[in-house]
């Protein structure tokens, strides 16, 4: 992309309404346009990362065998009045009248929707175990938006949910979650600790929330520092393997932590050494839950088991929160000058700077540049604007490509460019082939 040609409305000044420092940057990079309180655009560089964030979770859905689907965000009120959260919900549902008199709704959340097509369709235990997911926007008419993605009102989540047989079954699908979960966030470049949480509207008794350790986050988390040593990292796991994804979730939910719901300060100090024992706060991107026959029961879905018996399936739920996760992203990956993106999820690849628009030569090895990126696979974005060098370099920080490859006719009187990490700020100076050659080599394996 030519940036020349590109749509980044980038602003000056610091918004004033925004009070944390990922909203402020959103706002600032041209991410995101506020609609309404809660409600956003999706400018075309937010777009790209809400899209890059997409696409790895449903990468990272299909690899444990589930299976994605599109339900639609308006449900008929019928479906939930069956379960009976018609009325439990309360106010932070959008409740809509259509010309026809009939109660409708914007999707909360799909327990109800999902287990009615399960019930449509399924009939045997022999079609079991099913999880089914999508990527949807969801509505929830918080009290209080805030924190720009963080708390909206509209928001994307990914919910998929499990059907099994027995409570057995529906256990090993939570621990499945679990593991492709600590996967999803790994790979964006984020640490996401599971803890043991409440259940919420949703209900239901086993449950854990994913949390990124964040100043900022609205959950006050209690945590046995050790737990922050954890990786999943590249290990090879069989997700149909019982006894594999058991293993991991007691590894990573073994140690003391909990969101302030579920918080007990005596077993805190029973279990933790004072040196280990950590207060701090979170930033929610996940939960899992385990909630049996909640919904299976009063809506009818079950299926024959071996013995012919009609028997409710077992269920849970599952989200994760892609928009809010651009937040969180953000506050745990920025510097006083702008974004820093994980290269996981970065909008563009790499960034061009021409310092000198115009000169034969500095034009001609950026366009080289561009074209070898291209041909790499991979997405640059090229400052080809008439300004000045600060002002491209400003906007480069601001947006926080991992890398940047700067082109000016000094340089290049000895063939060289210039390789710079947003990260560590270092540069390194190479050939544009060498150049091309490192940027596609640190894209390799992602
Ligand atoms: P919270 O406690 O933050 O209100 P929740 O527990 O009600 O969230 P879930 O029903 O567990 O939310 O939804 C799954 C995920 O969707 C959450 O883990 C969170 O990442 C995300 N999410 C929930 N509410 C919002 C919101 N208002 N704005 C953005 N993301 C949200
Ligand atoms: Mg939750």
Request: charged letters at 30%.
């Amino acid at each position: 992309m030519r940036l020349s040609r590109y749509f980044l409305p980038v602003l000056k000044e610091t918004p004033a309404e925004a009070q944390i420092v990922s909203h402020r940057l959103m706002l600032r990079a041209g991410m995101i346009k506020q609609e309404s309180a809660g409600i956003y655009a999706w400018l075309p560089m937010g777009y790209r990362v809400l899209r890059r964030i997409e696409q790895i979770v449903h990468e990272e859905q299909q690899r444990a065998g589930h299976i994605p689907l599109l339900m639609p965000t308006l449900q008929p009120a019928d479906l939930w009045q069956e379960s009976g959260r018609y009325n439990a919900y309360g106010p932070e549902m959008l409740r809509i009248r259509d010309r026809h008199d009939r109660d409708m709704l914007y999707g909360p959340t799909n327990e109800e929707m999902i287990t009615d097509i399960f019930r449509s369709y399924v009939r045997s235990y022999k079609d079991l175990p099913l999880t089914l997911y999508h990527i949807q926007w969801k509505f929830r008419d918080e009290i209080r938006p805030r924190f720009g993605v963080m708390r909206g009102r509209e928001f994307l989540m990914k919910d998929g949910y499990n059907f099994d047989l027995t409570r057995e079954d529906a256990l090993h699908a939570y621990n499945r979650h679990l593991v492709s979960y600590l996967r999803t966030y790994e790979r964006m470049g984020l640490q996401a600790i599971p803890m043991r949480a409440e259940s919420g509207p949703i209900g239901g008794d086993d449950t854990h929330e994913f949390l990124v350790l964040a100043e900022t986050g609205e959950s006050e988390v209690f945590y046995d520092s050790e737990i922050t040593d954890l990786r999943f990292g590249d290990r090879e796991i069989d997700y149909d393997d019982v006894a594999q994804c058991r293993a991991v979730l007691e590894e990573f939910t073994s140690r003391y932590a909990r969101t302030d719901d579920t918080h007990d300060a005596a077993v805190f100090e029973a279990q933790v050494p004072e040196a280990r024992r950590r207060q701090a706060r979170g930033i929610e991107v996940g939960q899992i839950f385990y909630f049996g026959t909640k919904y299976s029961e009063p809506m009818g879905a079950t299926v024959a088991d071996a013995d012919g018996r009609q028997v409710p399936v077992h269920m849970g739920s599952h989200g994760i929160g892609v928009s809010r996760l651009l937040g969180a992203l953000i506050e745990a990956n920025h510097d006083d000058a702008g974004i820093i993106w994980p290269e996981g999820v970065t909008p563009f690849h790499c960034g061009i700077v021409n310092l000198k628009q115009g000169d034969a030569a500095t034009d001609a090895a950026c366009d080289g540049l561009y074209r070898g990126l291209v041909a790499k696979g991979l997405e640059p974005l090229y400052d080809d604007r008439e300004e000045r060098a600060g002002g491209k370099f400003a906007t480069m920080d601001l947006i926080g490509l991992p890398w940047r490859i700067t082109v000016g006719p000094r340089g290049l009187k000895t063939g060289i460019v210039e390789l710079t990490s947003r990260r560590t700020g270092e540069s390194e100076e190479l050939t544009p082939e060498l150049a091309v050659a490192r940027v596609a080599e640190i894209y390799a394996g992602l």
